[in-house]
């Protein structure tokens, strides 16, 4: 995957005014924090389109993101104990995830070869018990280290999208739908939080190192992809495959626990 040249694509006033219009009058103070905090809606955005096809229209997703920035701004409550910014990603993200749902953006060719091969690791890591590498998975689906490397490619998309799912058989039952956002969550979304935490966390202890770093300098440093891969001196194609076998082995793991 060629590096892409660094830009900043602006966002649209006219989409800004559409999208408070959807929400009501807003109050000064609550456009003052909208404008402050637009470079969070096309940092989400920016990073989600590395997985995306070409014909998505990138500034659709911008208008959506700023709508999840206003339901942010309108729901937020800072005796939670998380920063508006933390929260305001989750928000934008979550709103972009939804749009992206709607439009259903994968085919679904994609979407029976993505689930296959998940359940071919998931099936291979449950009798090693362990995660598997990226050369046995090759091993049992009878292909060659290219071909497979060439799979992983292929269903880059959905990983990107499918960290947040819960299970493989609910494709609109995600992380995001269950955290809820109300001002009183309830015991049993905080123990489903808690639990989905837990187990994700126990998983990526066990990945490899490589792996391990990949996915905390995307999804917690917010590093783009072509900077993890000037820092490991990889290609950024290479990148995107091992972040896509951490994300498979990770989804794999999280529906056979579910499933016990």
């Not at 900043?8 to 219009?21: D, F, L, Y």
């Not at 046995?136 to 497979?148: F, N, R, T």
């Not at 880059?156 to 058989?169: A, C, I, K, M, T």
């Not at 917010?222 to 001196?233: D, Q």
Request: proline share 5%; charged share 30%; glycine share 4%.
């Amino acid at each position: 995957m060629p590096e892409v040249a660094e830009h900043k694509p602006v966002i649209n006033p006219h989409r800004v005014s559409a999208a408070w219009r959807a929400y009501g009058e807003a109050s000064h103070s609550e456009e003052d924090t909208l404008k402050s905090h637009m470079p969070l809606v096309r940092s989400v955005v920016d990073r989600m389109r590395a997985s995306l096809p070409p014909h998505i229209d990138i500034q659709d997703l911008y208008s959506v993101g700023l709508l999840g920035l206003i339901n942010a701004l309108r729901r937020f409550d800072p005796t939670h104990g998380i920063t508006f910014a933390s929260y305001a990603t989750m928000r934008i993200r979550g709103a972009v995830l939804d749009e992206l749902r709607r439009m259903d953006w994968m085919s679904r060719s994609l979407r029976v070869k993505a689930k296959k091969l998940t359940e071919v690791i998931s099936a291979f890591e449950q009798k090693v018990g362990r995660p598997a590498t990226e050369a046995e998975i090759a091993e049992e689906l009878g292909i060659s280290p290219e071909e497979y490397t060439t799979l992983l490619d292929d269903v880059r998309p959905v990983s990107y999208v499918e960290l947040d799912s819960l299970s493989g058989d609910d494709e609109d039952s995600n992380l995001h739908d269950v955290i809820a956002d109300e001002n009183q969550p309830t015991a049993s979304d905080l123990a489903m939080k808690q639990e989905l935490i837990q187990l994700v966390s126990e998983r990526i202890e066990k990945l490899p190192e490589i792996q391990r770093k990949i996915l905390a300098m995307y999804y917690h440093e917010n590093l783009r992809l072509a900077e993890i891969a000037k820092i490991f001196g990889l290609t950024e194609s290479r990148i995107c495959q091992i972040h896509t076998q951490a994300v498979l082995s990770l989804k794999s793991y999280i529906r056979s626990s579910a499933s016990k």
